[in-house]
Antibody, heavy 120, light 107 residues
């Protein structure tokens, strides 16, 4: 069974940094693209980033480009999201998810989410 | 960016009702359309991928259809466990945008 567990969320002040982690189990982590999706309180879902199997390619939503960096350690079955220069509008629950291609791409397994709050 | 517009934003229905949610893309996305269900305080769950393919374990009362710009999610007979928020997502091109969600509430 696929299992994804996020950690590292918390309360930070505007301008500060935070690093989220996502531990994966139940599948061959190095074989899959992975994604980050966020959800602001009471709002809808927003795709944030994708990262290729070997970490050689990443994609980001415009609002986080230059501030967020997704990386992975396939030896540790772990995905990371380094978030710098955080803003109030980055406040959200951040989910990691497996990005899978079956005819089309979809997010077929999700973690439980990690809450990031940016506030002074 | 491709804009995804769902309608309605919310609906009230009774157990046993047939429910249809629509999702419209701002440009053609072929069949690159996924549907997710989210219950309060939990992560989203994939229901349908490629517009009409049911994810493993998803009950057959749910179905999806459409291609190009117009898509539908249908629940043939609403059950208590179906009360949730539903999101469409296009995976045709980055950024892989979501619709704003449709909340299905109990009448």
């Amino acid at each position: 069974e696929v299992h994804l567990v996020e950690s590292g969320g918390g309360l930070v002040q505007p301008g500060e940094s935070l690093r989220l982690s996502c531990g994966a189990s139940g599948f061959t982590f190095q074989d899959y693209w992975m994604s980050w999706v966020r959800q602001a309180p009471g709002k809808g879902l927003e795709w944030v980033a994708n990262i290729k199997q070997d970490g050689s390619e990443t994609q980001y939503v415009d609002s986080v480009k230059g501030r967020f960096t997704s990386s992975r350690d396939n030896g540790k079955n772990s995905l990371y999201l380094q978030m710098n220069s955080l803003r109030a509008e980055d406040t959200a629950v951040y989910y990691c998810a497996r990005w899978r291609k079956r005819e089309v791409w979809s997010l077929d397994s999700w973690g439980q989410g990690s809450l990031v709050t940016v506030s002074s | 960016d491709i804009q995804m517009t769902q309608s309605p934003s919310s609906l009230s229905a009774s157990v046993g009702d047939r429910v249809t949610i629509t999702c419209r893309a701002s440009q053609s996305i072929a069949n690159s359309l996924n549907w997710y269900q989210q219950k309060p305080g939990t992560a989203p769950k994939l229901l349908i991928y490629a517009a009409s393919n049911l994810e493993s374990g998803v009950p057959s009362r749910l179905s999806g259809s459409g291609s190009g710009t117009d898509f539908t999610l249908t629940i043939s007979s609403l059950q208590p466990e179906d009360f949730a928020t539903y999101y469409c997502q296009q995976s045709y091109t980055t950024p892989e945008t979501f619709g704003q969600g449709t909340k299905v509430e109990i009448k």
